[in-house]
């Protein structure tokens, strides 16, 4: 199994950045691939960017430009940096993992991120 551990939610201004770390224990050899999905109040989780174990990228529109995904393989971490952040941009953060041959999935428990405008 894979456990997932987020960190670095807050509230930020419009325009503003912040960057959320996920930490992944256990069966971190089996990941293939990490993202990370958001829900806004009364709307339905969207995934918001992912990271494949060959390091290829994908980002939802919305964020394009202004969001970056990364990995430090040595901290076993998993990064989003969001600049430019937008009021829309409000929502639960949580971080994704989909390991072994199955694709099982693990979720983190969820950060909080509020941009005000």
């Known amino acids: 199994q894979v456990q997932l551990v987020e960190s670095g939610g807050g509230l930020v201004q419009a325009g503003g950045s912040l960057r959320l770390s996920c930490a992944a224990s256990?069966?971190?050899?089996?990941?293939?691939?990490m993202a990370w999905y958001r829900q806004a109040p009364g709307k339905q989780r969207e995934l918001v960017a992912a990271?494949?174990?060959?390091?290829?990228?994908n980002y939802a529109d919305s964020v394009k430009g202004r969001f970056t995904i990364s990995e430090d393989n040595a901290k076993n971490t998993v990064y989003l940096q969001m600049n430019s952040l937008k009021p829309e941009d409000t929502a639960v953060y949580y971080c994704?993992?989909?390991?072994?041959?199955?694709?099982?999935?693990?979720w983190g428990q969820g950060t909080e991120v509020t941009v005000s405008s």
């Open positions: 994704n993992a989909e390991y072994g041959s199955s694709w099982w999935e693990s």
């Open positions: 990271i494949s174990s060959g390091g290829s990228t």
């Open positions: 256990g069966s971190i050899f089996s990941i293939n691939t």
